[in-house]
């Protein structure tokens, strides 16, 4: 057994590895219902449950990070979680105050006000990203340019967004645009509530690698 020295008073002890140590700290009442029932469910006591779940979160957001590099690439993976972070902050944050409750925070993506507040900060984000250097459509060049755009003139990024936008809105009929699998995991987990506002115009539309809709295959 080890100790350390204390100003003051007793040494306090050093816990041995493997050692359980007491926590105290306090949670809402729906939050220690919800262990409650774990536990139950478990065969856990409550303290064994909380231990577990708390271990279990570190080890799913070093796993989210590894997810993300193999999937993206760290600098890409990096900007998502920033973007993410960002996105559930301001989020919850503006929707609890635009509707004065709680659930209001949770349910930010049905309030205009809070929306609008959540996409300034990530355009904030993007633009503090944002390297030197030209921005206008000729620093793209001689990338192809959509073929089937209003006028020719839509920007690459516009177009390519718009296909996202289409692929994740019907996944049966666009799904092939970014994968049908993705397009149907991100549908699913928005729900046919969100999804139905993109309002997306096929003729705006680009598919990722170039090709755009015209003449593909659903």
Do not use: C, Y
Not at 96 to 106: F, N, R, V
Not at 110 to 115: D, L, P, Q, V, Y
Not at 196 to 201: C, E, K, Q, S
């Amino acid at each position: 057994m080890q100790t350390r020295a204390r100003k003051g008073g007793r040494p306090s002890r050093i816990p041995n590895p493997g050692e359980r140590v007491p926590m105290s700290f306090r949670v809402r009442p729906e939050l220690k219902r919800l262990m409650d029932d774990a536990a139950l469910k478990s065969g856990r006591s409550v303290a064994q449950e909380i231990e577990l779940r708390l271990e279990g979160s570190f080890e799913r957001g070093e796993l989210l990070g590894d997810v993300l590099d193999f999937a993206f690439g760290k600098r890409s993976a990096a900007l998502f979680l920033l973007l993410g972070l960002v996105i559930n902050d301001v989020g919850r944050f503006a929707g609890k105050i635009a509707s004065g409750t709680p659930a209001g925070g949770e349910n930010w993506m049905s309030n205009a006000g809070a929306f609008e507040q959540v996409r300034q900060a990530v355009g904030e984000v993007l633009e503090r990203f944002h390297p030197e250097g030209d921005r206008s459509p000729r620093a793209l060049q001689p990338l192809p340019m959509p073929s089937q755009v209003a006028g020719g003139a839509r920007p690459i990024g516009i177009s390519l967004a718009h296909g996202a936008l289409l692929a994740v809105q019907n996944p049966e009929g666009f799904g092939w645009i970014i994968g049908h699998d993705r397009a149907r995991l991100i549908h699913d987990k928005l729900g046919d509530d969100v999804t139905a506002r993109f309002r997306v115009d096929e003729s705006t539309v680009m598919a990722v690698g170039g090709a755009d809709t015209s003449g593909a295959n659903a």
